[in-house]
């Protein structure tokens, strides 16, 4: 575990982590298997693969369950999106924090959404807290809202998030994420104002890694794309095959079955 969680440390010191994000132990796994440094969750994804929607509607028992199932499948570094922390009391998401952390993650995405930058570094500080008394190093990627929900006029956007991951930083987050930010100039100018490595979200029209990575970007993460692209698959094969029974379509472009299942011969 503690290898874990210094080699996701590191991974955020030079180049650019891609992150696939997973949405059960299966696709975690494979995931891992296509060459992945780490692997993370997806939020949206996962909820969904449990019967809920996403915005901290998932009960904490199906998150630990899920976060216990993909330790135990993947030999890399897990990271969580742990949304708000599935609660408004500092004390309380610390300690889910730390409990994720000894269930084998080594890293936590935590959102403020459209609540206060005030009551995310009050949760920040407890997580930190918790932690260090679970004896667990958990990897604090901290993530606005500031682009994503149009939390400030465009032209001051950047000195918005800016001044929340100053007072993120100084709450105890180790990275920053700020999904919905596209343009060379805002994330140029978010690389150089802060020391934080700068997480982007995948989306239509953002540069390919290459690109980000000279831009001073340390890690990109595909969301729960992956998963609402393999919805829209299964929707248009599900339909079909209800329509009209074919077989054919459900094979035709199939993983074959033994390829899947030696994924997890060793685990």
Same mark, same amino acid.
């Given at each position: 575990?503690?290898?874990?969680?210094?080699?996701?440390?590191r991974?955020?010191q030079?180049?650019?982590?891609?992150?696939?994000?997973?949405?059960?132990?299966?696709?975690?796994?494979?995931?891992?298997?296509?060459?992945?440094?780490?692997?993370?969750?997806t939020?949206?994804?996962?909820?969904?693969?449990?019967g809920?929607?996403? !915005?901290d509607?998932?009960? +904490?028992?199906r998150?630990?369950?899920?976060?216990?199932?993909?330790?135990?499948?993947?030999?890399?570094?897990?990271?969580? &999106?742990?949304e708000?922390?599935?609660?408004?009391?500092?004390?309380?998401?610390?300690?889910?924090?730390?409990?994720?952390?000894?269930?084998?993650?080594?890293?936590?995405?935590?959102?403020?959404?459209?609540?206060?930058?005030?009551?995310?570094?009050?949760?920040?500080e407890?997580?930190?807290?918790?932690?260090?008394?679970?004896?667990?190093?958990?990897?604090?990627?901290?993530?606005?809202?500031i682009?994503l929900?149009?939390?400030?006029p465009?032209?001051?956007?950047?000195?918005?998030?800016?001044?929340?991951?100053?007072?993120?930083?100084?709450?105890?987050?180790? !990275?920053?994420?700020?999904? !919905?930010?596209?343009?060379? &100039? &805002?994330?140029?100018?978010?690389?150089?104002?802060?020391?934080?490595?700068?997480?982007?979200?995948?989306?239509?029209?953002?540069?390919?890694?290459?690109?980000?990575?000279?831009?001073?970007?340390?890690?990109?993460?595909?969301?729960?794309?992956?998963?609402?692209? +393999?919805?829209?698959?299964?929707?248009?094969?599900?339909?079909?095959f209800?329509? &009209?029974g074919?077989?054919?379509?459900?094979?035709?472009?199939?993983?074959?079955?033994?390829q899947?299942?030696?994924?997890?011969?060793d685990?």
């Open positions: 575990m503690s290898d874990h969680a210094a080699t996701f440390r991974l955020h030079d180049g650019l982590l891609l992150l696939a994000n997973a949405w059960d132990a299966g696709s975690a796994r494979l995931i891992e298997s296509l060459g992945a440094k780490a692997v993370a969750t939020s949206a994804g996962l909820a969904w693969s449990n809920y929607a996403d !915005g509607f998932l009960p +904490l028992d998150l630990y369950a899920a976060v216990e199932s993909i330790a135990r499948a993947i030999r890399v570094p897990l990271t969580v &999106d742990a708000g922390g599935y609660s408004d009391d500092p004390a309380t998401v610390g300690a889910t924090i730390a409990r994720l952390g000894t269930l084998g993650a080594v890293g936590i995405n935590l959102e403020d959404g459209a609540g206060s930058p005030e009551a995310l570094c009050a949760k920040l407890r997580i930190k807290s918790a932690c260090a008394q679970a004896g667990v190093d958990v990897f604090v990627n901290v993530r606005t809202d682009y929900r149009g939390l400030a465009e032209g001051e956007r950047v000195a918005a998030t800016l001044a929340r991951a100053q007072r993120y930083r100084d709450a105890g987050a180790d !990275g920053l994420f700020v999904p !919905g930010i596209q343009q060379h &100039d &805002d994330i140029a100018a978010v690389v150089a104002g802060t020391p934080l490595p700068l997480n982007v979200l995948a989306r239509p029209g953002l540069p390919v890694a290459a690109e980000l990575q000279q831009w001073g970007v340390r890690r990109l993460s595909a969301g729960s794309g992956l998963s609402q692209s +393999l919805y829209a698959r299964a929707a248009e094969l599900a339909s079909g209800l329509r &009209d074919d077989s054919a379509p459900l094979s035709a472009q199939a993983m074959p079955y033994p899947i299942n030696a994924l997890f011969d685990r």
